[in-house]
């Protein structure tokens, strides 16, 4: 016969540890089969175990000295028995989009305070497991408070190559430069911002120093141009030529034999190119020059490469280059591209699959 004992009052904290010592006495002996009939939810809990109890605080006041580092496990820097998968090279190994403020140098001679974005990366042996990608940072660290330059890349490029030990290597910084520019008629003035990424890449001993620039313009298609002014011409038909905005952007390899190649002298050369820039002031003067400068510089997308291509071309302090050039289509529900290289540093036979949804620019 079960007799049942009627509990008057709420159980307090003694009685509670009580009953779960009794549980856990049970629990011993009890099979899995037991403890899962009992309460699916508290098998595990009454499951015997060696398990230690574990303290739940943060331990605030805890030092890591160096004998208790030393003790710290590193599987990355582990024996090539730890590799998984093929036990191959890898050309780039390390971390992206780690930011921080950094100082620039203008052409006129000041100092920007400008965010920017990191990548690095190093090659990783064959028979190494893996790197500590911190240390990447922690080398870029040392030398971001210096103003900016290709030589403090090369510097930061240094450490972290011998921290790494690894022969080649890579650190692009990616930013948005501003540039006041002036409107066409009105007078007024207003900052144009452009996406630049340097870049200082060593490989096989060699380095170079390259340099991207996003230049937004709008394109007026010649085609369209003259379509709408034969039906002007012929019909008294009112029509316009449809135009608009489009990407360039152009990658460099920058010779270190004379001048400086500044940010401002590479957006120069595009105007040069391309002077249908699009504006950032604009009064009723100012929309019916940009009528006027359009008409008068109208460009297919291959003309645009060409045009880029030639400025490149003039240019001593440029050496290898890339010009992408992206026709966002008011008419078509496609773009136009074209794609022109010079020498090998940018030559590929393969186009990344996503490259021209980069060259949106969003307003």
Same mark, same amino acid.
């Given at each position: 016969?079960?007799?049942?004992?009627?509990?008057?009052?709420?159980? &307090?904290?003694?009685?509670?540890? @009580?009953?779960?010592?009794?549980? #856990?006495?049970?629990?011993? /002996?009890?099979?899995?089969?037991?403890?899962?009939?009992?309460?699916?939810?508290?098998?595990?809990?009454? @499951?015997?175990?060696?398990?230690?109890?574990?303290?739940?605080?943060?331990?605030?006041?805890?030092?890591?000295?160096?004998?208790?580092?030393?003790?710290?496990? &590193?599987?990355?820097?582990?024996?090539?028995?730890?590799?998984?998968?093929?036990?191959?090279?890898?050309?780039?190994?390390?971390?992206?989009? *780690?930011?921080?403020?950094?100082?620039?140098?203008? #052409?006129?001679?000041?100092?920007?305070? +400008?965010?920017?974005?990191? /990548?690095?990366?190093?090659?990783?042996?064959? =028979?190494?497991?893996?790197?500590?990608?911190?240390?990447?940072?922690?080398?870029?660290?040392?030398?971001?408070?210096?103003? *900016?330059?290709?030589?403090?890349?090369?510097?930061?490029? &240094?450490?972290?190559?011998?921290?790494?030990?690894?022969?080649?290597?890579?650190?692009?910084?990616?930013?948005?430069?501003?540039?006041?520019?002036?409107?066409?008629?009105?007078?007024?003035?207003?900052?144009?911002?452009?996406?630049?990424?340097?870049?200082?890449?060593?490989?096989?001993?060699?380095?170079?120093?390259?340099?991207?620039?996003?230049?937004?313009?709008?394109?007026?298609?010649?085609?369209?141009?003259?379509?709408? =002014?034969?039906?002007?011409? /012929?019909?008294?038909?009112?029509?316009?030529?449809?135009?608009?905005?489009?990407?360039?952007?152009?990658?460099?390899?920058?010779?270190?034999?004379?001048?400086? +190649?500044?940010?401002?002298?590479?957006?120069?050369?595009?105007?040069?190119?391309?002077?249908?820039?699009?504006?950032?002031?604009?009064?009723?003067?100012?929309?019916? @020059?940009?009528?006027?400068?359009?008409?008068?510089?109208?460009?297919? $997308? =291959?003309?645009? @490469?060409?045009? *880029?291509? =030639?400025?490149?071309?003039?240019?001593? #302090?440029?050496?290898?280059?890339?010009? $992408?050039?992206?026709?966002?289509?008011?008419?078509?529900?496609?773009?136009?591209?074209?794609? +022109?290289?010079?020498?090998?540093?940018?030559?590929?036979?393969?186009? &990344?699959?996503?490259?021209?949804?980069?060259?949106?620019?969003?307003?």
């Amino acid at each position: 016969m079960n007799i049942v004992t009627e509990v008057s009052e709420t159980p &307090d904290r003694e009685a509670a540890e @009580a009953a779960l010592n009794t549980l #856990r006495a049970w629990a011993e /002996t009890a099979t899995p089969a037991e403890l899962a009939a009992l309460d699916p939810a508290m098998s595990r809990m009454l @499951a015997p175990s060696d398990y230690p109890t574990l303290s739940r605080a943060y331990p605030s006041d805890f030092t890591a000295g160096a004998n208790y580092m030393a003790t710290l496990p &590193d599987l990355q820097n582990g024996p090539a028995s730890l590799i998984r998968g093929a036990q191959q090279l890898i050309q780039h190994v390390g971390i992206s989009n *780690f930011r921080l403020p950094i100082r620039y140098r203008s #052409r006129e001679g000041g100092d920007l305070q +400008l965010e920017t974005s990191v /990548t690095g990366s190093v090659s990783l042996d064959a =028979e190494k497991k893996g790197i500590n990608m911190s240390r990447i940072m922690r080398s870029f660290y040392r030398h971001a408070e210096a103003t *900016f330059s290709f030589e403090v890349i090369e510097a930061a490029l &240094d450490d972290y190559k011998a921290d790494l030990e690894s022969l080649d290597a890579r650190i692009q910084m990616r930013f948005s430069f501003p540039m006041k520019i002036g409107s066409l008629r009105s007078g007024l003035t207003g900052y144009q911002y452009y996406d630049i990424a340097l870049e200082l890449v060593e490989q096989g001993g060699k380095r170079k120093k390259l340099i991207h620039l996003d230049y937004v313009y709008s394109s007026t298609c010649p085609c369209s141009l003259e379509l709408s =002014e034969h039906a002007r011409q /012929t019909r008294g038909q009112l029509a316009t030529p449809h135009s608009q905005r489009s990407v360039a952007r152009i990658s460099v390899e920058t010779l270190d034999a004379g001048d400086c +190649l500044w940010f401002e002298d590479l957006i120069d050369l595009c105007r040069r190119a391309v002077p249908t820039e699009t504006q950032v002031m604009v009064k009723r003067e100012d929309e019916q @020059a940009f009528a006027e400068l359009n008409a008068a510089n109208p460009i297919f $997308v =291959e003309d645009a @490469a060409r045009l *880029f291509c =030639e400025q490149l071309l003039a240019e001593d #302090r440029v050496g290898d280059f890339r010009i $992408v050039a992206s026709h966002q289509e008011s008419l078509h529900s496609h773009d136009a591209i074209s794609i +022109l290289t010079q020498g090998e540093t940018f030559a590929a036979e393969s186009i &990344d699959p996503k490259l021209f949804n980069t060259l949106f620019h969003v307003g």
